[in-house]
């Protein structure tokens, strides 16, 4: 192909679901710095569509891309080896991608590396995402717990998927199945319906808490505390937009900012319905 023509012994191929292939890129991730542990990459991959560049039977990239449905696709996991960036590997990878992702827009969530490559591809940034990350304290189990959330029963998935749907403006039905395998659901109900969302679940050092969906932030706030307590004493993360209004609380609530990145786009992101939100995201990966 075109794009690396110039390094002719790489190839790209599509990652597949065996061992050697996610320990590769569990390999990858290390040396980038990333917390990922093999069960985030086997899901990752397993929801998406990953692809792999080899030289010499090494890998030595990763990118995975995850198609919402026709008209939206997020990309992430984009990773070079240190010893071979700037060679145009990442360009090859992210063209190969937007083959996979057609004509979706593609939304992604691009470190300040990663950025000026994106620009390139006629991405342009709409936003900011806040990582707040801390090993929790007990006091979280302090007090009652909250009577309006409870655990999410089976029959409520397909409520919790419209939700989903309507927050995020497509279909991530797959995605939402495969980590609720993993994960705890916790909904606030109302009028014997659920009004609002969230998943916990086990992800790079501890556990992540997202998606968050509701019409307002408190109740946000509600099912975030839900996981705080029954998780006190862990290490917790949670990824939320720029405009969620939630970083100075979390930050009360002992879960400080310690990273962010820029949300990108490139098409036209699919409108929402509805007066539900995302308070906080499923990954960055995942949106
Ligand atoms: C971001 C990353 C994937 C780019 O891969 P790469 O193979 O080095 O990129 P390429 O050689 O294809 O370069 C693509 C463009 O990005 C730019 N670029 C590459 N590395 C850069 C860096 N560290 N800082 C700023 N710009 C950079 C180059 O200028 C290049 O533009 P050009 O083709 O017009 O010269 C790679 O640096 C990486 O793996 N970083 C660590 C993980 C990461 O942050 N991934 C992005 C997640 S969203």
Request: hydrophobic share 45%.
């Amino acid at each position: 192909m075109p794009e690396n023509s110039f390094l002719p012994s790489i190839t790209l191929r599509s990652m597949t679901g065996a061992a050697r292939d996610l320990d590769s890129a569990l390999q990858l991730s290390r040396a980038a710095g990333w917390a990922y542990r093999l069960e985030d990459w086997r899901v990752a991959r397993a929801v998406g569509q990953g692809i792999l560049a080899e030289a010499d039977g090494q890998v030595i990239a990763s990118a995975i891309c995850w198609p919402y449905g026709e008209s939206l696709a997020t990309c992430g996991s984009i990773i070079v080896a240190p010893a071979m960036q700037g060679r145009g590997l990442g360009r090859a990878l992210m063209a190969r991608l937007l083959e996979l992702t057609g004509d979706r827009a593609v939304l992604l969530n691009a470190t300040a590396e990663g950025m000026g490559l994106y620009q390139s591809f006629g991405f342009e940034a709409v936003g900011t995402v806040h990582q707040h990350t801390a090993q929790t304290s007990a006091r979280h189990t302090e007090g009652a717990a909250d009577p309006q959330v409870r655990s999410a029963r089976a029959d409520d998935l397909q409520v919790v998927l419209q939700m989903d749907r309507r927050a995020f403006g497509a279909d991530r039905n797959q995605m939402i199945e495969e980590i609720v395998l993993i994960g705890a659901v916790a909904v606030i109900e109302r009028a014997g319906r659920p009004q609002a969302y969230a998943i916990c679940r086990p992800f790079g050092l501890g556990q992540v808490i997202g998606p968050v969906v509701a019409a307002g932030i408190e109740d946000a706030k509600a099912l975030i505390r839900h996981f705080l307590r029954v998780n006190a004493g862990q290490i917790l993360r949670i990824d939320i937009p720029g405009d969620s209004g939630l970083g100075p609380w979390l930050t009360g609530q002992g879960l400080p900012e310690v990273g962010g990145v820029t949300t990108m786009i490139r098409g036209q992101r699919p409108a929402t319905s509805g007066p539900d939100r995302i308070f906080a995201l499923a990954s960055q990966s995942f949106g």
